[in-house]
């Protein structure tokens, strides 16, 4: 569509001194006129520079050499109407069609016979599988490098949930899936599902205010995420970054179970748990109640063979305890003490008798050898001991003199004499006397 100037007939002298120079000025006794403001709006829209800008085609509509488009942002309720010239949409290199993602470059463009604005398309190209890709890969590549798809910091899956949230789509085959299957393994499980637009431009706001209410219900302990297959474009929301930050911020342990096998949005590498399907979510988040029935049976079954085995085994040692002959016959260490007792005792009274008649007869020795050493034995032989009147022993004949009173000692008692001969000489006696105490 042109754009149409429009140039109103000049007003006279008289006139232009009435109509106010702008806006601010004009009031209900000095207005300006109606192509005064439109030619004003038209000279301040077409100021404004070109911009790109990206959306999805939701109409679509051609008359000869014109095409109308209704373009939609891809994450908000918001949509504008574009024209484009047949010139331009020749120069795209894949038709467009209804669904289709583009960028295009618009200007804005006032219509001043209608005052109607428009989007005026000046380069318009669709955005191929490969650009989305490449989009993806490198917010793939920085949220990465923030450390949000660390596993580190995935949160483990409780061993047995209580109550499971689900985000879903509306009475979709992901929920049904999800529920029969979960149900099946434990019948005993609850949800609290959250029934979603999981594809379009409201579903990453609607995915996530659904995350933040069953994360803040304490009662939920793993929230599942669960949407069926689909066009890399249909699943493009669960790439979106503020869901992906929504999710690495939960609290409560999330599981991505987006598409299929193949499909890997950016919600699947966040996420605490990927599962393939959501039928495999099921499986993954609740335990299977026959395999877990199975698992305590055995559990019981080896518990029970551990006990008989340790009781058998201990029943075995006190056996082989009571048997022992400390045990059997306690007495018998008694006995056997009382008998080492009695050889000792026995011992000790043979030793120490023997002991006593050894020192006896020594003694006995002694006394005899002391006896035969004796003056007494001596005495008895026939000899006397001469003794002065004062005691002393007479050796020498020099020592008395003739009328010394002399005391005699024999073997069988003593008397007294009197001197008659002092000279000294060797008389009879004394030869008796050296010759009974020399040798023979």
């Given at each position: 569509m042109t754009s149409e100037h429009v140039r109103s007939p000049a007003p006279s002298a008289g006139a232009a001194s009435t109509?106010?120079?702008?806006?601010?000025?004009?009031?209900?006794?000095?207005?300006?006129?109606?192509?005064l403001l439109s030619e004003k709006l038209k000279a301040h829209i077409e100021r404004a520079p070109a911009a790109w800008v990206e959306g999805q085609v939701i109409e679509l509509n051609r008359r000869a050499s014109m095409c109308y488009i209704t373009l939609r942002d891809v994450d908000s309720e918001v949509s504008l109407s574009l024209s484009v010239y047949g010139t331009v949409m020749d120069r795209v290199s894949s038709p467009l069609e209804r669904g289709s993602r583009v960028v295009a470059r618009l200007r804005p463009d006032f219509w001043v016979k209608t005052g109607r604005l428009s989007m005026q398309t000046i380069d318009i190209r669709p955005v191929g599988i490969g650009d989305l890709l490449a989009r993806i890969e490198r917010l793939r590549q920085a949220l990465a490098a923030e450390g949000l798809f660390s596993a580190a910091r995935k949160k483990p899956l409780p061993l047995l949930p209580h109550r499971i949230g689900l985000i879903t789509g509306r009475d979709s085959d992901a929920m049904k899936d999800v529920m029969r299957n979960a149900a099946l393994r434990w019948p005993a499980v609850e949800f609290e599902v959250r029934e979603v637009a999981v594809q379009g431009v409201s579903s990453v706001a609607q995915?996530?205010?659904?995350?933040?209410?069953?994360?803040?219900?304490?009662?939920?302990?793993?929230?599942?995420?669960?949407?069926?297959?689909?066009?890399?474009?249909?699943?493009?929301?669960?790439?979106?970054?503020?869901?992906?930050?929504?999710?690495?911020?939960?609290?409560?342990?999330?599981?991505?179970?987006?598409?299929?096998?193949?499909?890997?949005?950016?919600?699947?590498?966040v996420a605490d748990l990927r599962a393939s399907t959501p039928t495999d979510a099921a499986k993954r988040v609740v335990p299977d109640v026959t395999e877990e029935l199975g698992r305590i049976r055995q559990a019981r079954g080896a518990l029970e063979r551990s006990i008989r085995v340790l009781v058998h085994r201990e029943g075995e040692s006190l056996a082989n305890i009571r048997s022992r002959p400390s045990l059997a016959k306690p007495e018998g260490m008694i006995d056997v003490r009382e008998a080492d007792v009695g050889r000792l005792r026995s011992r000790a009274l043979r030793c120490t008798t023997a002991a006593v008649e050894r020192e006896a007869d020594a003694v006995l020795h002694l006394r005899e050898r002391v006896r035969s050493l004796s003056p007494q034995k001596t005495l008895d032989r026939g000899y006397a001991v001469v003794q002065t009147a004062a005691g002393h022993v007479v050796t020498d004949p020099s020592e008395v003199a003739a009328g010394d009173a002399l005391r005699i000692r024999v073997a069988g008692g003593r008397f007294g004499v009197t001197a008659t001969d002092a000279a000294g000489g060797t008389d009879d006696g004394a030869t008796d006397r050296r010759s009974s105490d020399g040798p023979p």
């Open positions: 109509v106010p120079a702008t806006a601010a000025e004009t009031s209900p006794d000095a207005p300006w006129p109606l192509h995915v996530s205010a659904a995350l933040a209410q069953l994360d803040a219900d304490p009662r939920v302990d793993v929230i599942i995420i669960a949407r069926g297959g689909g066009a890399l474009e249909d699943l493009l929301p669960f790439s979106d970054e503020s869901l992906v930050r929504a999710v690495a911020k939960a609290s409560t342990p999330v599981v991505s179970a987006i598409g299929h096998e193949a499909d890997r949005p950016l919600l699947d590498e």
